[in-house]
């Protein structure tokens, strides 16, 4: 069983060029979530998707980004317009659908490393 | 989320047990307590969790304080690839938070 999947793993785009960031959870997670930790500080919760719908996006930023998780295929983090403080490793995680009362745990990738010239 | 507080780092020897500590004084009554660890240029890495009583699996056993305003991640015999930022983290069972809150967390060392 695969685990969760992000590609690419290294990604370098100018400033105001787009930054495409893609997630494939494990097999059988319905719930994705994206981090973010900028160099030298601890992870940030961004957002959390299911299938078609976004969940929580408290921790995003209100212009340039967006994510989607469609029906068919990965998990999309989008940034648009990139600007220098843009430049961080993103974490994608998944987890199971909610059993009962219980958070289910949830899986991490290797992340994406964006730099931003 | 409540807040937790873990000490900025550790350093231990290859071999030894290692105690990790985490306080959480303004627990709830719904809190589950998580374990999570960053080895170097990884993604978070799910270790253990419980609610009231001691927990063990394959990678860690944790002790939770009577009262649960404390937690102990303890590493039975630690090796080189434990050495990692280990994090402790609160989720409410009940409200159903999702999101995973992070702190600093414990950046463990471990001498050869």
Known sequence: NAGVMQNPRHLVRRRGQEARLRCSPMKGH??????????????KFMVYLQKENIIDESGMPKERFSAEFPKEGPSIL????????????YFCASSRQRQGELAETQYFGPGTRLLVL | DAKTTQPNSMESNEEEPVHLPCNHSTIS????IHWYRQLPSQGPEYVIHGLTSNVNNRM????????????????????LRDAAVYYCILRD????????????????????
């Open chain 1, 30 to 43: 319905s719930h994705v979530y994206w981090y973010r930790q900028l160099p030298e500080e601890g992870l």
């Open chain 1, 78 to 89: 989008r940034i648009q317009q990139v600007v220098r403080g843009d430049s961080a490793a």
């Open chain 2, 29 to 32: 009554g719904t809190d589950y």
């Open chain 2, 60 to 79: 860690a056993s944790l002790a939770i304080a009577e009262d649960r305003k404390s937690s102990t991640l303890i590493l039975h015999r630690a090796t």
């Open chain 2, 93 to 112: 069972r009940i409200q159903g938070a999702q999101k995973l809150v992070f702190g600093q967390g414990t950046r463990l060392t471990i001498n050869p």
